[in-house]
Every structure is written in structure tokens, then in C-alpha cells.
């Protein structure tokens, strides 16, 4: 397949200095590509950071993005695109998502959200879940209180909020997107109008890291189980209920 080579420069260009000045792990650089069928364009610039399922790689700070709904993606992708996320190069990996937003198509982009969604939910497990020294049944409260309005009962989402779901992302991530929408890394650029509504939360109602990580450790336990078929998996967030039972795990 031919690739932009005039794209990738841009790319390395526009990210060498913040990835390779920052303390975390070097990110791997993905030329963008021609193709305009999302599978293609998904293993082409995607996989190498998020994975050939979309399940992420902690050691890169990449996110699971299978399943997510084609209208979340397309919002933040554009984010991505227009400065709204991505924007501080001390954030090294927004920082590249967002040059690689601005190297593909608009209609690029759409394509390989729609191909991410259709993606099997990958369902987070051992480090990616366990939030060790977190009370749950604390995290729950909170959850029932602030947070299920938006985010559904079962964590699942609600795009006429524009909530996302909170399923099958790791525990590690939702804790780091939750301390940069409280600082004001996320959501805080005009016109970022859910970011917005983030950072409110985070900053009037999770008074401390303790309280975030709790809160966080709970929606781990609404995620379905990983070995589950996924006819059951859907069946199991359905039933799920921030009234059952929470477990003891993470505490």
C-alpha cells in the first residue's frame, strides 16, 4: 500500500519534540494512510498503539477503543481535529493523536470509527482492573449520585448527553482522564461543551484522588465478564444495576 510520505513527516515533525522530551515511553509513529475502508485504515494507523482488537497497551497509555459508538468517536476524533483535544504538547499522547487526526480525512476518520464500533468489547482484566486501596461501596455512592445520570445506571452510556460508555476502558485510563478533566488538561478549550460538563464534576463533587479512584473502581465491577460470549456479555450490562451488591474486589 502506498503511504503519504510528505503526511508521515508532518507527523514526526509535529510530535518528535513532546514524545521524545517526555519521561514516559517512546510512542511509535504510524503513517497515515489513502485508504478509505475503516478496517484498513484501523490496522494501517491504529492498531500499532491500540492494539489489532482496539484493547490498548498501558506501556503506551493507550486506551481500549473497542465498541465505542460511531457518534463518540466522530466527537472526539473531531476534537481531536480542530484543537479542542490534543492541544499541549506536555501531553505527549493527546498530543499525537491529535497530529494524527489532523493527517487523515475527514471522511477517513469517519470510516474507521465506524469500522472501531464494530470492534467485540474487549472487557478490561488484571492490571487494567484492579484498583487496589479503593472502597467501592464508596465509589458506588458517588457513581448513583453524579454520575449515572449521564453515563446510564450500567455505565453504558447515553449519546443524547454525549456520555460515553465507561465499560470495557481500563481502570488505569478512566482514573487519568478523570485527574486531567479535574486540572483542566481535558475539556477545558472552548466549545469542548461534555469536556465541560467533565470538568465541572470532577472539580465540585470528586474531592480527592481517593474519592476518584473509588468511584472509578466501582464502574469495574458493572464491566461484564471477559470469557462471557458476547450475547451474554450484552445480557449481563443490561441486568446491571448500581443497586446489586458491589463486590470486594479493589479493596
Not at 89 to 96: K, S
Not at 220 to 227: G, H, I, Q, V
Request: charged share 20%; proline share 6%.
Amino acid at each position: 500500500m502506498k503511504i503519504h510520505r510528505r503526511h508521515l513527516t508532518l507527523v514526526l515533525l509535529s510530535i518528535s519534540g513532546a514524545v521524545l522530551h517526555a519521561a514516559d515511553p517512546v510512542v511509535p509513529v504510524v503513517a497515515p494512510t489513502q485508504a478509505t475502508a475503516g478496517p484498513m485504515i484501523f490496522q494501517t494507523v491504529c492498531a500499532q498503539c491500540h492494539g489489532a482488537a482496539g484493547e490498548g497497551k498501558e506501556e503506551l497509555k493507550t486506551p481500549s477503543i473497542a465498541s465505542l459508538p460511531t457518534w463518540y468517536l466522530n466527537t472526539q476524533l473531531t476534537n481531536f481535529r480542530e484543537g479542542r483535544r490534543g492541544h499541549d504538547a506536555a501531553d505527549p499522547y493527546a498530543f499525537m493523536m491529535a497530529a494524527m487526526a489532523k493527517a487523515l480525512q475527514p471522511e477517513q476518520l469517519k470510516a474507521v470509527a465506524a469500522h472501531v464500533e464494530t470492534l467485540p468489547l474487549v472487557v478490561p482484566t488484571g492490571k487494567a482492573r484492579d484498583m487496589a486501596g479503593t472502597n467501592v461501596q464508596e465509589g458506588m455512592r458517588l457513581f448513583q449520585e453524579r454520575c449515572m445520570e449521564c453515563h446510564r445506571y450500567n455505565a453504558s452510556g447515553e449519546m443524547a448527553f454525549g456520555s460515553p460508555p465507561l465499560l470495557g476502558r481500563q481502570g488505569w485510563y478512566l482514573a487519568e482522564q478523570l485527574r486531567k478533566f479535574k486540572t483542566g488538561k481535558r475539556g477545558a478549550v472552548k466549545n469542548d461543551v461534555n469536556g465541560a460538563k467533565m470538568v465541572q464534576i470532577t472539580n465540585f463533587f470528586i474531592e480527592d484522588d481517593q474519592m476518584l479512584r473509588d468511584v472509578v473502581a466501582y464502574i469495574m465491577t458493572l464491566n461484564p465478564e471477559a470469557n462471557a460470549s458476547p450475547e451474554e456479555q450484552q445480557k449481563q450490562i443490561i441486568e446491571g444495576s448500581p443497586f446489586k451488591s458491589a463486590s470486594a474486589a479493589g479493596q
